[in-house]
Structures are given as C-alpha cells and as structure tokens.
T-cell receptor, first 115, second 108 residues
Framework: DVKVTQSSRYLVKRTGEKVFLECVQD?????MFWYRQDPGLGLRLIYF???????EKGDIPEGYSVSREKKERFSLILESASTNQTSMYLC??????????????FGNGTRLTVT | AQRVTQPEKLLSVFKGAPVELKCNYS??????LFWYVQYSRQRLQLLLR??SRESIKGFTADLNKGETSFHLKKPFAQEEDSAMYYC??????????FGAGTRLFVKA
C-alpha cells in the first residue's frame, strides 16, 4: 500500500518566516504534487514534479517554491509566509506519466496557520 | 479552459434515500475522471475512476461526454457515506484538477 507521509500535521508560523513542508512517498512514484485545500475552493494545484529536479507550476504558484532532490521527497517552501497562506496543504504522488489509471495517493495533510 | 464544477456545496439526504452528487467538466481532450472521498479525520482517497466502470461501496458514476458530466450515484445512502466528495479531471497526462467538493450528510 502506498504511503505518503507529511512531516507535520500542524504548523504555526509568523508572517515573514520561511516555511518548509516536507513530503515523502515510499512507492517509487514518479509524480509528486502539492495542493492547498480551502473550503469552497476545493483543491488547487500549487506545483508538481514528474522527475527528480524537475518542477512545473500549477495553478497558484505565487509565493511558493518547491524542491525535489530525491525521487521520494518533495518539499514545498514558503519563502516569506503571509496570512493568506493559512490553509491545509496536501501532498500527493502518482505512478507513471501519461497513463490511464494513475490516481493520486494523498498524505494526511499539514494545517498551516500564519499569524 | 479545463474546469470541474460541482454545483452543490452541501447535500443532505435521509438514510436509505438515493443520492446523486453532480459533476460537470470542461476539457477539450479525452477526459480521465475520478471521484475522491475524504471521511472525517482521514486522508483524501480515491473512490472510483471512470475507466474502470466499477462500483465501489455501492457508488457508480457514468461518463456522459454529450453532457460533459460524471455524476456520482448510490441507490440507498448509508450514514457511513457522510463525507466530502471531490470530482477530479486528469488533464494533460497527469495534472489533476479538482472541483470545489460536495459535503454529503446522511441523516438517520
């Protein structure tokens, strides 16, 4: 069974701080994703990666960056946290690019509060 | 533009009643559609996918390309079906776009 692990369940940070959200998957999946989940807005894609050191912007990349130095690890970075980045952040992974039946496997999420 | 629309934020039904969660999509290519579910205090997980044409936990969903819809249906709702449901479209190979979600509440 695929396991996607997010390092923190809850985080509280101050405005202007640099924030790192870590995600690790254990099934050798090529693709990894960061979403934020907000009530009434659903899940919005921030960044994704289809290979080590590769990254692509999603729909809302502003204020975020990512790092993928190893296949199993995908980090989301908030360079200078702002209150409008208070949200639930979900990491996901999937197997194989451009393939049918490659659903997403999600982590438990990190609830970030920026004060 | 690629878009997934779930028109209902909240759907409340009685136990044993039929339930239908609506989903419409906008995509110029050949769509790959999914339903994901999030139960209370659990991670978001796949419920079913259109390509498999399967029934999971009594739920089914049929892709209607003419109406660009992928509605989720269950003939008899159970209390344990109460959850947040997201319709999702896989566009461009592996990028997945989600709708805003529908919270289903099944009353006893």
């Amino acid at each position: 069974d695929v396991k996607v692990t997010q390092s923190s369940r809850y985080l509280v940070k101050r405005t202007g701080e640099k924030v790192f959200l870590e995600c690790v998957q254990d099934m050798d999946h090529e693709n990894m994703f960061w979403y934020r989940q907000d009530p009434g807005l659903g899940l919005r894609l921030i960044y994704f990666s289809y290979d080590v050191k590769m990254k692509e912007k999603g729909d809302i990349p502003e204020g975020y960056s990512v790092s993928r130095e190893k296949k199993e690890r995908f980090s989301l970075i908030l360079e200078s946290a702002s209150t409008n980045q208070t949200s639930m952040y979900l990491c996901a992974s999937s197997l194989i690019r451009s393939s049918y039946n490659s659903p997403l496997h999600f982590g438990n999420g990190t609830r970030l509060t920026v004060t | 533009a690629q878009r997934v629309t779930q028109p209902e934020k909240l759907l409340s039904v009685f136990k044993g009643a039929p339930v239908e969660l609506k989903c419409n999509y906008s995509y110029s290519g050949s769509p790959e559609l999914f339903w994901y579910v999030q139960y209370s205090r659990q991670r978001l997980q796949l419920l079913l996918r259109h390509i498999s044409r399967e029934s999971i936990k009594g739920f089914t969903a049929d892709l209607n390309k003419g109406e660009t819809s992928f509605h989720l249906k269950k003939p008899f709702a159970q209390e344990e079906d109460s959850a947040m449901y997201y319709c999702a479209l896989m566009a461009g190979g592996f990028k997945t776009i989600f709708g805003a979600g529908t919270r289903l509440f099944v009353k006893a």
